[in-house]
């Protein structure tokens, strides 16, 4: 699997936009970009995914690079409930037998949220 | 989405012993998947689940250490036996009802002393 690469740890201030980035330069043609969070004491929770386009959801947007090398998720409004450990995935979108769906966690990012 | 229960939730183990956590999910799946979490560090997979078939494993965890059932489409359980000091973590299931959206358990929290 292509590996990532993000900061160990970003602070932001409640309310104010985060912008946490993640490069992949080894990325292939069709490796899906995901995003998951795990907050303190609970599992990893899905945030956002895509392929080439930049994408929206309730929880954030995601902003990838036209060269698909970097891709940075957006928290339009941090709050206090957002500091977690959040985690940027590459997975190839082909399927070729059981272990195409697993999920490779990296270290990720700690976000702490500033009141 | 889909509702993942694990139990139990906690438990402290003495060396040497065994312990089976459950995975129910609210809908059919085809896959689960077992993770382990070691303490302060990310998430490992273990294993993934087809109903019907044997479990595959990654590498460096092994059928007689991580048994798995899958009896049916809602259910698995995963037992980590022979349990050492080394083996305390979170261990987690999750599935993937909606493809490139997987679902995780609260996972269920091992000490083994």
């Known amino acids: 699997d292509a590996k990532t690469t993000q900061p160990n740890s970003m602070e932001s201030n409640e309310e104010e936009p985060v912008h946490l980035p993640c490069n992949h330069s080894t990325i292939s043609g069709t490796d899906y970009i995901h995003w998951y969070r795990q907050l303190p004491s609970q599992g990893p929770e899905y945030v956002i995914h895509?392929?080439?386009s930049n994408v929206n959801n309730r929880m954030a947007s995601l902003a990838i690079a036209e060269d698909r090398k970097s891709s940075t998720l957006i928290l339009h409004r941090a709050t206090l409930r957002d500091a977690a450990v959040y985690y940027c995935?590459?997975?190839?979108?082909?399927?070729?037998?059981?272990?195409?769906?697993?999920?490779?966690f990296g270290k990720g990012t700690k976000l702490s949220v500033i009141p | 989405s889909a509702v993942i229960s694990q139990k139990p939730s906690r438990d402290i183990c003495q060396r040497g012993t065994s312990l089976t956590i459950q995975c129910q999910v609210d809908s059919q799946v085809t896959m689960m998947f077992w993770y382990r979490q070691q303490p302060g560090q990310s998430l490992t997979l273990i294993a993934t689940a087809n109903q019907g078939s044997e479990a595959t494993y990654e590498s460096g965890f092994v059928i007689d250490k991580f048994p798995i059932s899958r009896p049916n489409l809602t259910f698995s359980t995963l037992t980590v036996s022979n349990m050492s000091p080394e083996d305390s973590s979170i261990y987690l299931c999750?599935?993937?009802?909606?493809?490139?959206?997987?679902?995780f358990g609260p996972g269920t929290r091992l000490t083994v002393l």
């Open positions: 999750s599935v993937e009802l909606v493809v490139n959206e997987q679902f």
């Open positions: 895509g392929l080439t």
């Open positions: 995935i590459l997975r190839d979108v082909g399927y070729s037998g059981a272990g195409s769906y697993q999920l490779t």
